[in-house]
Each structure stands twice: as structure tokens, then as C-alpha cells.
């Protein structure tokens, strides 16, 4: 089964404390993506992918850092989390290329409160 | 910025009503997919379309481009309580770039 994982499902952590979100895909989809989903404000592309070790900025990239060390996964790593930081996080594959002819999956979500 | 709306933002029905949501901008896309998103997942793509006045249908669910792919109408016909979800609008402004609307939150009350 075609599938994105990710883990926690759910993190609650302190401002300063260290913490990563992990990314799996079963698809051997050369393009992965971090999205954050905040109330009104639709999903907003935090950081993509399009191959191994190939990594770049997406449109809200600040406090955030990745890693593409391996093609199945795409970790998300927060230094030094801040309350503003609190929100819905997704991580996405596909196949590279047009984006109009190939599927991009999600994973379920992992919802981060950071006190 | 290109600004992206979706309307309405919230809305509630009963079992077997019509409905039409729309989702609006000023800039010509080169192509548009809509997702739903059930409490608790992640959103699932229903429908890519790529041609201006373009219409696909999916069961129930009828989507538009239009004619000139700024705007886009998903409308389901009887709409039954697993239709419940937020229905987000994802045009892509380029080859391999998506932006994602704020979404329509639907509720069909049995």
C-alpha cells in the first residue's frame, strides 16, 4: 500500500528544545515536501526535495532545517522551536515532474503545540 | 503574493442538498487540482484539471476550470455525511509548484 508516514502524530514540547519530525515514503518518489497547515492561511511549503541530498527553500523556510540523506525519508528538524512554530505539519512525495501528472501523497499530520 | 480564496469558508447542510464552493484569484494558472481533507489525515487529491472551461465529473462531484483559469467550482449534487470534510483548491503556478487555498470546511448533517 502506497503510504507516507510520519511520526509523532502529535508533539508537545517547550520554546529552545530540540526536536525532529520524521518522513517515510514506500513509493520511491524522488520528490518530497514539508508543508505547515495554519487556520485560514491553507497549507504553506515549508521545505522540498527533489532528490537525494538535493534540498530547497520552500515559501515559509525560517526556523526550519531538512535532510535528504536517503530517498524514502525526509526528516524535519527544529532547533530551537518557538511558539509561533505551533501548528499542523505534512509531509508530501510524488514523482518528480509535472505536477499536473503525477500524485502527490500526504501523510496524516502531525499537529505540534510548542509552549 | 498571489491571493487565493476560497468561499464559502464554513458550510452546513443537510443530507442531501446541492451545494457549489469556489475558489478564486487574479492569476491565470496553468492548471488546478482540488483535495479533501477528513479530521485527523491528510488531504487526498479527487481531481487535476488542465484546460480553460474544462469540466470533470467524479460520482457525485462535478469540478470546473475557468475559461480563462483564474477561478474554480466543485459542485455535489445530494450531498451525503462522508462528502464531510475541507475541501482545499490547489492550482499550480508553474511546472512543479502548487499553492494551496484556505480551504471550505462542509458539514452534511444526516
Known amino acids: 500500500e502506497a503510504q507516507v508516514t510520519q511520526n509523532p502524530r502529535y508533539l508537545i514540547t517547550v520554546t529552545g528544545k530540540k526536536l525532529t519530525v520524521t518522513c517515510s515514503q514506500n513509493m520511491n518518489h524522488e520528490y518530497m515536501s514539508w508543508y505547515r497547515q495554519d487556520p485560514g492561511l491553507g497549507l504553506r511549503q515549508i521545505y522540498y526535495s527533489m532528490n537525494v541530498e538535493v534540498t530547497d527553500k520552500g515559501d515559509v523556510p525560517e526556523g526550519y532545517k531538512v535532510s535528504r540523506k536517503e530517498k524514502r525519508n525526509f526528516p524535519l528538524i527544529l532547533e530551537s522551536p518557538s511558539p509561533n512554530q505551533t501548528s499542523l505539519y505534512f509531509c508530501?512525495?510524488?514523482?518528480?515532474?509535472?505536477?499536473?501528472?503525477?500524485?502527490?501523497?500526504f501523510g496524516a499530520g502531525t499537529r505540534l503545540s510548542v509552549l | 503574493t498571489q491571493l487565493l480564496e476560497q468561499s464559502p469558508q464554513f458550510l452546513s447542510i443537510q443530507e442531501g442538498e446541492n451545494l457549489t464552493v469556489y475558489c478564486n484569484s487574479s492569476?491565470?494558472?496553468?492548471?488546478l487540482q482540488w483535495y479533501r481533507q477528513e479530521p485527523g489525515e491528510g488531504p487526498v487529491l479527487l481531481v487535476t484539471?488542465?484546460?480553460?472551461?474544462e469540466v470533470k465529473k467524479l460520482k457525485r462531484l462535478t469540478f470546473q476550470f475557468g475559461d480563462a483559469r483564474k477561478d474554480s467550482s466543485l459542485h455535489i449534487t445530494a450531498a451525503q455525511p462522508g462528502d464531510t470534510g475541507l475541501y482545499l483548491c490547489a492550482p499550480h503556478t508553474s511546472y512543479d509548484k502548487v499553492i494551496f487555498g484556505p480551504g471550505t470546511s462542509l458539514s452534511v448533517i444526516p
Open positions: 492569476s491565470v494558472f496553468s492548471s
Open positions: 484539471v488542465v484546460t480553460g472551461g
Open positions: 508530501a512525495s510524488r514523482q518528480a515532474g509535472e505536477i499536473a501528472k503525477n500524485i502527490q501523497y
